[in-house]
T-cell receptor, first 113, second 117 residues
């Protein structure tokens, strides 16, 4: 029972490089989310996908793109990484329109130099 | 609109003493509120949730929280701290989503709990 799996766990990029963060869930959840965590700011929503085939911007979408590949997988892409994108990224999922707790992945620690 | 304020960025207690982590919220709607815990280099784990049922909510590991609408607070407490409680704690309010998109979370800034032996 894996829950939400994120890869990679750690990554160092040079400014201007691109990369994709992968996320997969095995709980048959409809909704998936990408957050970034920065000190003193809690988690902020980057993008979300309410259901397969839909994606929408969250609070801090600039510099990111997402793809909901299928019901299980939701990827986050940085096309041209910037130092301001140094952060810890969390993927999460839940049943749509439900007040259950969200399930979070263990995070990806990204450093852009 | 909704927001969450965790009143202390750091709290330090001695092992065996009570824990109080404070959280105030604002919400245009009847809120659902959560507390999550994050241990170092780990993901977030749900401690407890309030969803308009009983105002005193019991969670895992001996934690509980009381929803006080008049004070717009949802403080987290534990009678006796353990060393394993040292972690970062997040108070979270759930907001109705837009475009029928499901619910979305608004996080407080976090409180780092330190437990001294």
């Amino acid at each position: 029972n894996a829950g939400v799996t994120q890869t990679p766990k750690f990554q160092v990029l040079k400014t201007g490089q691109s990369m994709t963060l992968q996320c997969a869930q095995d709980m048959n959840h409809n909704s998936m989310y990408w957050y970034r965590q920065d000190p003193g700011m809690g988690l902020r929503l980057i993008y979300y996908s309410a259901s397969e085939g839909t994606t929408d911007k969250g609070e801090v979408p600039n510099g990111y793109n997402v793809s909901r590949l299928n019901k299980r997988e939701f990827s986050l892409r940085l096309e041209s990484a910037a130092p301001s994108q140094t952060s810890v990224y969390f993927c999460a999922s839940n049943l749509r329109q439900a007040n259950y707790g969200y399930t979070f992945g263990s995070g990806t620690r990204l450093t852009v130099v | 609109a909704q927001s969450v304020t965790q009143l202390d960025s750091h709290v330090s207690v001695s092992e065996g003493t009570p824990v109080l982590l404070r959280c105030n919220y604002s919400s245009s709607y009847s809120p659902s509120l959560f507390w999550y815990v994050q241990h170092p280099n780990k993901g977030l784990q749900l401690l407890l949730k309030y969803t308009s049922a009983a105002t005193l909510v019991k969670g895992i590991n001996g934690f509980e929280a009381e929803f006080k609408k008049s004070e717009t607070s949802f403080h987290l407490t534990k009678p006796s701290a353990h060393m394993s409680d040292a972690a970062e704690y997040f108070c979270v309010v759930i907001a109705p989503g837009i475009k029928n998109a499901g619910n979305m979370l608004t996080f407080g800034g976090g409180t780092r709990l330190m437990v001294k032996p």
